[in-house]
């Protein structure tokens, strides 16, 4: 598993992706779908996970609706139309963000 001080700014866009990708999820499903998808290296606590979906939410970049699953309520999170936007500049900057590293980390033999 990759440290905190690794992942940390990284979760903002990892959330954002999945939930574009998937259209839309709920907050369990987050975790486990990050922490299946990389093998368990990357693994979302709660603690990390809702304050990025309430800061979210709070800026539009996604809404909410409420299922319930029998006499349980499920909190569904969705990119809003105004977060697509969001989602295409953060995927843009993390994948620049990735090359930048690999010419510090992957070095070309000169």
Do not use: C, W
């Not at 992706?17 to 987050?30: C, D």
């Not at 809702?50 to 699953?69: D, G, M, Q, R, S």
């Not at 006499?71 to 989602?87: D, I, L, Q």
């Amino acid at each position: 598993m990759y440290s905190k001080e690794l992942t940390k700014g990284t979760l903002q866009p990892i959330i954002l992706a999945l939930i574009n990708t998937k259209g839309r999820m709920y907050g369990y499903e987050i975790t486990q779908d990050v922490k299946k998808m990389t093998s368990g290296k990357i693994d979302i606590s709660e603690g990390a996970l809702y304050p990025i979906l309430h800061k979210l939410e709070a800026k539009k970049v996604l809404e909410t609706e409420k299922v319930f699953i029998g006499k349980r309520v499920r909190k569904y999170y969705k990119v809003t139309k105004e977060g697509k936007k969001m989602v295409e500049t953060v995927t843009e900057e993390i994948n620049d963000f990735i090359e930048t590293l690999s010419l510090i980390f992957n070095p070309k033999p000169i």
